[in-house]
C-alpha cells in the first residue's frame, strides 16, 4: 500500500514538472511585442501601399505626418499572437523631424528600417534613397544613445551578417570584421537592421517602351546593390499590382524580427523581381553584371546613365503690344476689304412665291449695310492727326458734320446704336 501511494505521488510530481517546463518554454518562445518598423522614403513612392498590402487589407488610406498602423504576426508553432508597429513617415522632406517619434532611444534596438523608392522614376531612386539615408543618421547622431551602446548595436549587425554568410557559405570561414570592411561592406554602419525596397518594378514594361535596356536596368540593380552593402541592407524588388514578392518581403521581415525561419535564396535573374538579402552579396557578385554592359559604363555617375527625361519647354503665348495708329490702320484695311466686296444676294422663296419684288429694287444691287460704312469713316476720324486740342462736344439734335461724314455724326449721337 505505501508503495503504491509513493508511486503516485512520484507520477504527481513529473506531471506537475511537465506542465511547469510546457509553461516556461512557451514564456520564453512568446512573441515580443515592442518590435517596430520605419517605412522612409519620397512622396508617391508607394509606402502607403506596401503598407495596406502587408497588412492583407485591400483599401489604403493616405494620411499625413507620421502615419501609424501594425500588422498582426501570428506564429503557428507555439499559437502566439503579437502585433508589429509600423510607422510610415511623410514624404513631405520637410517633415523629417517627425522622425523622433518612432525612433528614439528606447525603441532603438527593437526598430527595422525599411527604405522606399519607386521604379517608376528610376532617375530619382539613388538621390532620394541617399537622402533618406543621410536625414537618418543624422537623427541617430543626434540620440543620447552613448558610445558603448551604439558600438554594442554595431557589433550585432556585423555578427548578423557573418552569420548569414556562413550559412550560405560554409567554406567562407575567412569571413572576418576586417575582410567585410575591405568588401565595402558595413561602412557605412548605422546599428540597424536595413532593408531597401524599390516597388511599383510593374512598370518596367513602361520604361522599355521609353528605350530603356536590359543594360540600363542591370545598371541600376548595380548602384541599388552597392548601396545596401555599405549599409548591410537586403534589397527588394516589388509591385503591388502583380502581386510580386509581397509575400517574400513578409515573410523577410518576421525572419529578421521574430526569428522565424527563412529559407528562399537570393533572386537576381529577373529583373522585376530581385532579392538581395543581407549579408549575401559582395562586390565580385555585383561585377558579374558588368560583363553584360556595353554601352554604359559601370562606374559612371549614375546621373549620367540614368539621366532625367528630356521634356520640351511649353511655349507660353505671349501677348505682345501694338502701337494704336498701327492697329487702326490694319483695321481700316480689313473694313475697306469687306466694303468693296461683292455682297452675295439673299433670295426668299416665300418672298418669291408671295410678293412679287418692286421694279426699282433689284437684288443683284444690294449695298452694303450703312453700319460699315460708319465703321469706316470711324477709324478714319480716328487716324487723322489733329493740331487742336480736343473739345467737348454736347449731344445736338441736329447732325454735326466734325468730318465731313454724316454717319460719323449718328454715330456720335447714340454710339450704341449705328444707323
Known amino acids: 500500500m505505501d508503495s503504491s501511494i509513493q508511486v503516485d505521488v512520484e507520477n504527481d510530481a513529473n506531471h506537475w514538472n511537465n506542465l511547469l517546463l510546457d509553461v516556461q518554454n512557451k514564456s520564453r518562445k512568446k512573441l515580443p511585442e515592442n518590435k517596430n518598423v520605419l517605412l522612409l522614403g519620397d512622396s508617391k513612392s508607394g509606402k502607403t501601399t506596401l503598407v495596406t498590402k502587408l497588412q492583407g ?8 505626418g507620421m502615419e501609424y498602423g501594425y500588422i498582426q504576426v501570428r506564429d503557428d508553432s507555439t499559437d502566439e499572437n503579437a502585433q508589429l508597429n509600423v510607422w510610415t513617415l511623410d514624404g513631405d522632406r520637410s517633415l523629417k523631424y517627425l522622425m523622433k517619434f518612432a525612433l528614439n532611444e528606447q525603441h532603438f534596438e527593437d526598430t527595422t528600417i525599411v527604405l522606399v523608392a519607386s521604379l517608376k522614376h528610376p532617375w530619382k531612386i539613388m538621390e532620394s534613397l541617399e537622402f533618406w539615408s543621410a536625414r537618418l543618421q543624422d537623427h541617430i547622431d543626434s540620440l543620447n544613445l552613448g558610445m558603448e551602446q ?12 557573418i552569420d548569414y554568410t556562413l550559412l550560405d557559405d560554409p567554406s567562407y570561414e575567412s569571413c572576418t570584421k576586417v575582410r567585410l570592411l575591405n568588401d565595402g561592406v558595413l561602412s557605412k554602419n ?8 524599390i516597388t511599383m518594378t510593374d512598370c518596367i514594361k513602361n520604361l522599355e517602351i521609353d528605350n530603356y535596356s536590359e543594360e540600363h536596368f542591370d545598371y541600376i540593380q548595380c548602384c541599388l546593390r552597392k548601396f545596401c552593402l555599405q549599409f548591410g541592407a537586403a534589397l527588394f524588388y516589388v509591385s503591388v499590382m502583380e502581386d510580386k514578392n509581397c509575400d517574400l518581403l513578409y515573410k523577410y521581415l518576421m525572419h529578421r524580427i521574430y526569428r522565424f525561419p527563412f529559407k528562399t535564396p537570393a533572386l537576381i535573374v529577373e529583373k522585376d523581381s530581385v532579392f538581395v538579402p543581407s549579408g549575401w552579396d559582395s562586390l565580385k557578385k555585383i561585377e558579374v553584371l558588368y560583363e553584360n554592359m556595353q554601352k554604359i559604363n559601370p562606374e559612371s555617375h549614375y546621373s549620367d546613365a540614368i539621366p532625367y527625361p528630356y521634356e520640351k519647354p511649353h511655349k507660353e ?9 498701327a492697329f487702326l490702320a490694319r483695321q481700316l484695311v480689313l473694313l475697306n476689304q469687306n466694303l468693296t466686296q461683292p455682297q452675295t444676294p439673299v433670295v426668299r422663296k416665300s418672298i418669291e412665291l408671295t410678293k412679287p419684288l418692286s421694279a426699282n429694287k ?3 444691287d444690294n449695298p452694303p449695310p450703312s453700319s460699315e460704312r460708319a465703321l469706316a469713316s470711324f477709324f478714319n476720324a480716328l487716324l487723322q492727326k489733329k493740331q487742336e486740342s480736343p473739345t467737348v462736344r454736347t449731344p ?10 454724316p454717319e460719323l455724326s449718328q454715330i456720335d449721337d447714340d454710339p450704341g446704336t449705328p444707323k
Open 57 to 64: 487589407l485591400k483599401d489604403s488610406k493616405q494620411g499625413w
Open 150 to 161: 551604439t558600438q554594442n548595436l554595431r557589433d550585432k549587425c556585423v555578427d548578423r551578417i
Open 362 to 364: 433689284r437684288i443683284s
Open 317 to 325: 503665348h505671349e501677348l505682345q503690344d501694338e502701337e494704336e495708329q
Open 396 to 405: 445736338s439734335k441736329k447732325p454735326i458734320d466734325n468730318t465731313g461724314s
Open 190 to 197: 548605422l546599428g540597424l537592421d536595413i532593408i531597401v525596397v
